[in-house]
Structures are given as C-alpha cells and as structure tokens.
C-alpha cells in the first residue's frame, strides 16, 4: 500500500470536512432566523431544518451507490456541487423573500451533507484495519475548524452584508457559496488516487482473498447483529446529544442565563464532540469497539442525570462537555465497528444506509425536542434520553452475550478476515 497516497487523501478529506462543518454551522445559525422571516411567523422556524435533515436523508443512500458507481473523487465532488447549488439558491430566496424557495435551498444543501457525513468512512477506506477508527476520529476532529471558524463566519459576513445594503442574513450564506465551491476544488484536485482504488488493494491484503467482488444483499448484512448495533451506536448517540443540545440554549434563556454564559455552555460542548476524537479513534483501534460504545452509553446516561441537577452555568457546562463526549465515543467507535463487519464492496451501501438512519432519528429529535421541553422542561428530555440509551444498552449486552458463545474475531488485527458474525 502507498502510505503517502493514504497520507495525502487524509489530508484532502480533513481539509474538506472542515471546510464543510465551518460552512454548515455558519448557514445553520441563521436557519431558523431566516425561516421566521420569509414565513411570517415564528411557527414556520423548524422547517427548513426538517426539509435539510429529509435532504440528508433521501441523498445519504444514494450517494453511497454513486459512490460505488463513480468512485469516490467524483461523488463527493457532486455532494459539494449540491451544497454549492442550495446555497446559491439560498441566497437569491433571502433576496427575493421567497419562503418556499428557501426550503428547496435547504433541502438541497442537506442532500450535500448526505455526500459529506460519509468522508470519515472514506478516511477510514485507505488505512489499514488497526487504524481505520483513528482515521475515523481525525475527520471528526475536523469539526473543530468549523466550531472555531463557523461562528466567526456568520458574525463578520451578517455585518459585510449589512454594511453594503443586503439582509443581514444573506452573508453567511454567500460565505457558504464560496465555502462550497472550495471543498468540491480541494477534493476533485487532490483526492487522488480515488480511495476506491486504494481500498480495493487493500481488501486484496486484509479480506482473506475475499476480494472487492464479493458483496452480500444489504438486507442480509443488516441481519447481523454487529452490524445493528453499530447503527444503534451511532444513532441513539446522535439522537440523544440533538435533543437536548437543541433545545439547551432555549431552555437557558427562558432561565435567565446571558448569551455569555450560553456561548460558554455551548463551547463545552463542541469541545466533547470534537477536541478528543483523535483520543477516541486510538482507543477503539486499541480496545475494540465494544468497550468504547460502553463508555459512551455510560456518559449519555451521566448527561441524562446531571439534567435533573443543571442550575448553574458550571453544572450545564459540564453536562454538555459529557454529552458531546459521550456522542463522540458512539460515533465513532459505532462507525468503526461498521467498517469492520462489511467488506470494500459493501462499504458504500451500507454507510449509506446508516447515514440515512442518522439523518432520519436526528431530525426527528430535533423536531420533537421543543414539545418535550414545554410538555416537561429539561427534566423531561433526560428521561426521553435514558429511554433511548437503554436501548443501546440493551443491544451492547446482546452483542456481547452472543459472542461469549463464540471465539471473537479481533476488530483492530490489520490481518484479520471481514467478520460475518
């Protein structure tokens, strides 16, 4: 294998990714102001999320497919192209105050995160098996150029835009048209070789002889119970973390808390979903990610409890700080676990799939996040997340008792065939 080819497509997908995150948390925090305006009202603010959430998924599938079809380069080079598009398009609806128009934009932008979420498996696809969860964990790591960079994009494009006359809302989304642009130039430039050549020499070494031909149904590969609980990882974390991550910095303001104390939270937060990925991908190459899903479901429950005690901005702050971590060690140990259950010429289809599960849990957790805190306030939101954990829970100890009955095949051997459970 060309370490230096593997080395180089890292470095092009970090780089894309963090162009991507700082584009999407730039155009995210003007989502619902946006939508509130061109609507009318207030009632019409969840809509363009909901339409990016059902974007992501119809298009997380299909972008594993075109995946498999086109090779990697130019597939992630079209998901770009449609964030590029919705973009663009966002900005002539602000512009227009043409609400509907706006919604398309969304739902299209939300198409071209279909495309992006699949980078860490692309990442992972070049490394060898003891290393594909640190690869994983580095393109998760990127998130942080966006939680740095993303806030700083929205506050000086809103105020260019408003100094030369437009809405103040269009420059975050003019930001993202360049944004957009850039990562489908850094990807079609410089993903090269196309990480689907590169996986298939290595599935020659590591798949047995396998080879990248043999590729099962997907309704047979997700008969597998490893196969289910790494989607189950990797979405009850995402669903848990958006519930009450959503609705947090509501809550702390009907609270009475200042926007400082909101952005300190809210900082804390980012840290646990980003700062340590690297950490956690070595931790799953080195213990498996059986353990390391454990320890994320053991946090997400931590989260739930501090809930009931959260009066304090310490108290939020180190909450949130668990929450994050907590979806941190999910994802990517969930994701991982996937990567190593399917062959090279599953990978695609099966992310895919997995994407459009995320997508679908996620957005429904954020559309009912804001019904459980007026039903019942923070308080219900935790009980609604130790109902979720308990499923994962319950599929970790399921997994686990199956494989007390038989000789486990170990995850991080670089050596070791697909597990067909």
Known sequence: MNQSSARRISISLFISQGIFSAAMIAVFTV????????????????????????????????????????????????????????????????????????????????MARGGAEQMRFIAAEVQMPNRRAWAIGIIVFAGTIGSVFGPWIYQATATAAAATGYDQNVGPWAAAVVL??????????????????????????????????????????????????????VAVGQVVMTILMAVTPL?????????????????????GMFGLAPLTGRLVDRLGPYWVIAGGATLLVVTCG??????????????????????????????ALLMSMVTQAERARSQGITEMVNSLTGGLAALSSGFLLVFGGLRMLAVGGLMLTAILVVA???????????????VASPASPVDRD
């Open 31 to 110: 989502m619902a102001i946006v939508a509130a305006d061109l609507g009318g009202s207030g009632r019409w603010a969840g809509v363009p999320i909901l339409a990016m959430f059902i974007g992501r998924f119809l298009a997380s599938y299909l972008m594993g497919r075109l995946m498999d079809l086109w090779g990697r380069r130019p597939s992630l080079a079209g998901a770009f192209l449609l964030g590029f598009v919705g973009a663009a398009l966002a900005v002539a609806s602000i512009l227009n105050r043409n609400f509907p128009g706006f919604v398309v934009a969304a739902l299209i932008f939300g």
């Open 180 to 233: 957009m642009g850039l990562a489908m130039t850094v990807v079609y430039a410089t993903l090269r070789p196309d990480p689907r050549e590169l996986g298939r020499q290595i599935a020659v070494a590591t798949e047995s002889g396998l080879g990248p031909a043999i590729a099962r149904p997907m309704s047979e590969v997700f008969t597998k119970a490893r196969v289910r609980l790494a989607v189950v990882s």
């Open 251 to 271: 809550h702390m303001t009907q609270e009475g808390y200042f926007p400082g104390d909101i952005s300190i939270v809210m900082g804390a937060h980012m840290l």
């Open 306 to 335: 501090f809930a009931f005690f959260a009066a304090s901005v310490s108290v939020l702050a180190l909450a949130l700080f668990l929450l994050g971590l907590g979806w941190n060690l999910t994802f990517v140990a969930g994701s």
């Open 396 to 410: 970790q100890a399921w997994v686990l008792a199956m494989q007390a009955h038989r000789r486990p095949v170990p």
